[in-house]
């Protein structure tokens, strides 16, 4: 069974760099075939895939954050991160971690003073 688990601040100020940490059990994220994602749920908004790797290790981001997103990985602790920089409050959101058909539970992060 693979869980995930996020964790990181849940207030954030403008214009700051907003930090995720998924941690990884049950699975490896260096796992043959697997591919881990970020996606967050802004209110009133649909589900947003912001950025991902595989597990050889290539990356990808989605166009519209790719300038400000970066993803890092930590394979002897099994987590990756996100790290989005010079947020706004529009970043607020739920910020949840993804392989396949295996969710995080998600964390609520607000852009605010």
């Known amino acids: 069974q693979v869980q995930l688990q996020e964790s990181g601040p849940g207030l954030v100020p403008p214009s700051q760099t907003l930090s995720l940490t998924c941690t990884v059990s049950?699975?490896?994220?260096?796992?043959?075939?697997?591919?881990w994602s970020w996606i967050r749920e802004r209110p009133g908004k649909g589900l947003e895939w912001l950025g991902g790797?595989?597990?050889?290790?290539?990356?990808w981001s989605a166009p519209s954050h790719a300038s400000r997103l970066s993803i890092l990985k930590d394979n002897a602790k099994n987590q990756f991160s996100l790290h989005l920089t010079s947020v706004t409050p529009e970043d607020t959101a739920v910020y949840t971690c993804?392989?396949?058909?295996?969710w995080g539970q998600g964390t609520q992060v607000n852009v605010s003073l």
């Open positions: 993804n392989q396949g058909g295996y």
């Open positions: 049950g699975a490896s994220i260096t796992s043959r075939g697997a591919y």
């Open positions: 790797f595989a597990f050889t290790g290539v990356e």
